[in-house]
C-alpha cells in the first residue's frame, strides 16, 4: 500500500469506530469531529490526509503549526492549537486558528484576549482541565475549573466553548473512562450556571488509545495522531 491507501484505511477505520461508538451511546453519528493530529509528519502527508476528506487538523507546537498554515495557506483547513501554549506565542496564532484547545492558565487566557482585541477578533477557546490530577501535565484542576470560568468569561475576545483534557496513558482504555465521565459532568455543572459567554457545546477528550471510551462518555472531538499517521 502507498501512503495515500494506508491513509484511507485508516480515516475509514477510525472513523467507523466512532461511528461505532456514537450507536452503542446513542448520540448522532455526526456529533464527534475527528481532530487529525499532524505533529512531525510532512505536509505532504496533510494533503494525502485531505484526499482522504480530512478538513481538520491540530498541532501542538505554534512554530510547526505556523509553518504548515503558510504551507498550505490556500487549502479549506480548520487549524486547531492543542498543545501547551507560552504566552509570548499567543500573537502567532490568535486570528488564525479555529480553536484552542490548551488553555490552561487565567493569564494564558488574558493573553490571548489581549491579542483578540488588537486583532479585533473573537478567539475560540477550551479550558484545558487535569482531571487525573497528574504531576507532570498541565491544566487546571477540577477544583480551579469554575472560578477560572467566571474569571476568563468576563474577558473581551474570548470565548469559551468548553473543556478539554489529555487523559493519562494507559494500556486498558476503560481505565480512562472515569476521567472522562468526571469532565463531562464538569461540563455540565458549568453549563447549567449560564454564564454570560460560556458555551459547553464542546468536549474535547480521547486519543488514539481511548478515543473510542471517551466517545461513549461524550467526547464531541477526538483528538487522534498515531492511529491516522502512524507512529512519530
Ligand atoms: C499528540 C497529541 C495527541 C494525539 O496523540 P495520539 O496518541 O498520537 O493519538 C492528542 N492530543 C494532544 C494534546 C497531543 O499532544
Redesign the pocket.
Known sequence: MDERQELQYNFDTVRENIRKACQRSKRPENSVTL?A?S?FKPVSMIRNAMACGQTVF?E?RVQELCGKMEELRDEEISWHM???LQQNKVKYIVGKVDLI??VDSIDLAAQIAKEAQKKGVIADILLEVNVAGEESKFGFSVDEVMNAVEKIAAMKGIHICGL?T?AP?VEDPEDNRKYFKKLYQLSVDIGVKNIDNVNMSEL?MG???D?EVAVEEGATMV???????G??
Request: hydrophobic share 35%; charged share 10%; aromatic share 12%.
Open positions: 481532530v493530529v505533529k491540530g501542538n492543542i498543545g501547551h484547545h490548551s478539554m489529555i496513558f474535547s486519543m488514539t488509545g478515543y483528538r487522534v495522531g498515531t492511529g491516522l499517521f507512529s512519530r
